[in-house]
């Protein structure tokens, strides 16, 4: 159990588990099938999670229909689950609908829809999104210079929904 308070919008934990393999978190991964409508939008999994390496977050992309208001509620709920289960989701909405796949693509960048514009950890405060419209949005840039130094053998994503 990692200790590190973490406030993301209206979601506040202090204790988080480690985890490692899909099998760690699979019973958070039925909650967000289960719980949540996903009609008309597909929910992917990706990164450290995949690899079978100790890892504190698990990192989702969602795809589907641009509409602003259907996606904060999933991003939401998903966020909700997982301070629930004390397992941080690092979910984002796929803009341009094109997830990168460390196997296939060399560099690309995406731009997400998250659930706010800045998230606290610890004593620290992260602004990494702009609010635009209805949707508070990033770029981001693949592959990060985290992953490419980590060792990591990183594996395509997998489609859950």
Not at 26 to 40: A, P, S, T
Not at 64 to 71: H, L, M, R, W
Not at 80 to 98: L, M, P, S, W
Not at 132 to 160: A, N, V, W
Request: aromatic share 10%; net charge neutral; charged share 25%.
């Amino acid at each position: 159990m990692k200790q590190e308070a973490i406030t993301y919008g209206s979601y506040s934990n202090a204790e988080w588990h480690t985890i490692n393999g899909l099998s760690s978190v699979e019973h958070v991964i039925l909650r967000i099938k289960q719980e949540i409508d996903w009609k008309g939008y597909q929910l992917w999994i990706h990164g450290s999670i995949l690899s079978d390496v100790d890892t504190h977050d698990i990192d989702l992309t969602i795809t589907g229909p641009v509409t602003p208001q259907k996606i904060n509620q999933l991003l939401q709920e998903v966020v909700r689950i997982g301070f629930e289960e004390q397992i941080f989701c690092d979910v984002k909405f796929n803009i341009t609908n094109d997830l990168y796949d460390p196997k296939r693509d060399s560099v690309k960048t995406i731009r997400y829809a998250c659930y706010r514009d800045k998230i606290r950890i610890g004593n620290q405060t992260f602004h990494y999104a702009q609010h635009l419209g209805q949707l508070y949005l990033k770029e981001q840039r693949f592959p990060m210079t985290k992953t490419i130094r980590s060792g990591i053998d990183y594996k395509s994503p997998i489609r859950l929904i």
